[in-house]
């Protein structure tokens, strides 16, 4: 069931997150996270996990490096695991230390652009129409060049497969279609906020599968 490789990742977000502070490198983080994900019950055949931390957060597929975590940093981690044969996927960004103005401003777009797609998604709604909603947050705002054109995926027993959301996707959303929200600011030499939740598509509306907390976090 792809409900249990998404509490999989859950559970491992809250013990990740204890993990997380100044000194300890991306890579360290990365494999603790792959370490939790296995002890929680995951296959042990990793798919490349996303842990990147500071000005790497604005890279989209960035591997996590030795790069050592300092004060002020945004932690990016965008990661799943395999249960069954069936994928999870989801993204949270964190702070260590006090958030700025300013990560606190990008954060709170961006947690509404995931609000607004996530109260959209239904059976029988446009993917493209999803993107809209995700894009006009950001209109009238300096932020609105950093919003990437790829906001979610269809995710089972690949990471990436239908529908896709984006401005020029033909796919229409689905009951029974499992798929991720994932609207994204990425600023070269600043860095990405990325929240990326796992939807089951309904009739009515959409079940998140991703138990872990939206809210921003303060390490
Ligand atoms: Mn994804």
């Not at 609000?115 to 993107?131: M, T």
């Not at 919003?147 to 401005?167: A, L, R």
């Not at 020029?168 to 030499?189: F, H, L, Q, W």
């Amino acid at each position: 069931m792809p409900a249990r490789g998404v509490d999989i990742a859950s559970r491992s977000f809250d013990k990740i997150i204890k993990d997380i502070r100044i000194g300890i490198t991306e890579k360290e983080l990365a494999s603790r996270l792959s370490m939790y994900m296995v002890m929680e019950g995951a296959a042990t055949k990793p798919y490349g996990n996303i842990l990147i931390s500071g000005p790497r957060t604005s890279l989209l597929h960035g591997i996590p490096s030795s790069r050592a975590i300092g004060y002020g940093d945004l932690v990016l981690m965008d990661y799943g695991c395999q249960y069954h044969g069936y994928l999870s996927d989801m993204t949270r960004t964190v702070v260590v230390g006090r958030a700025t103005k300013k990560q606190r401003e990008v954060y709170g777009l961006e947690q509404r652009m995931v609000e607004a797609v996530e109260a959209f998604l239904k059976d029988g709604v446009s993917a493209a129409e999803a993107y809209e909603e995700s894009r006009r947050i950001l209109e009238g705002t300096e932020y609105l060049p950093w919003h990437y054109t790829g906001i979610g995926h269809g995710v089972g027993m690949f990471v990436h497969e239908t529908p896709f959301m984006s401005p020029v996707s033909k796919d229409i959303v689905r009951a029974g279609n499992v798929m991720t929200v994932e609207p994204g600011i990425y600023i070269p030499g600043w860095g990405g906020i990325r929240i990326e939740d796992q939807l089951l598509i309904t009739e009515t509306g959409n079940e998140n599968l991703i138990s872990a907390t939206k809210e921003l976090i303060e390490i």
